[in-house]
């Protein structure tokens, strides 16, 4: 299995927001995405590819010396593989080589899985954000990996 991490381009939308419906359940919209890609200049989105099918995500922000990871997900084919790794890796490098120091993200409490690899690449837990997500007013974990 060969996977290639790139940057998003606006012919990857549709891909990403089928990722999105099944990862999520208040999922990014289609015409959100779509901004994001083509619109906001402090937004990155890369993607991770294999055999030149869309497999996972990751989008974030870059706000002075800081990147906020957005969203990350991967098709649920492909779970449990490693591509959640090349992405976070993609992003890291990606930061060093750009100067920003800081990368932030905040998280379900109770998703372990997405906790550990957040901490496997660095991320501390730093506070929480009280019932941020909606759905089921879930308190979020805020996390940090500072250089």
């Not at 959640?84 to 905040?106: Q, R, S």
């Amino acid at each position: 299995m060969r996977v290639t991490i790139r940057q998003m381009e606006s012919k990857d939308i549709n891909e990403v927001y089928e990722i999105e419906k099944e990862s999520f359940s208040i999922p990014w919209s289609y015409e959100a995405l779509k901004k994001e890609v083509e619109e906001n200049l402090l937004a990155l989105y890369i993607v991770a590819e294999i055999d030149e099918k869309v497999v996972g995500y990751l989008g974030m922000w870059k706000i002075m010396d800081e990147a906020h990871i957005t969203n990350i997900a991967v098709k649920k084919d492909y779970r449990g593989q490693g591509i959640g790794d090349y992405l976070m890796m993609a992003v890291i490098d990606y930061c060093e080589k750009h100067n920003i120091p800081n990368i932030t993200l905040e998280v379900r409490k109770s998703n372990q899985v997405a906790i550990n690899l957040y901490k496997k690449h660095g991320f501390i837990e730093s506070g929480i954000r009280p019932k941020y997500y909606t759905d089921e007013d879930e308190d979020a974990l805020i996390m940090w990996r500072r250089k």
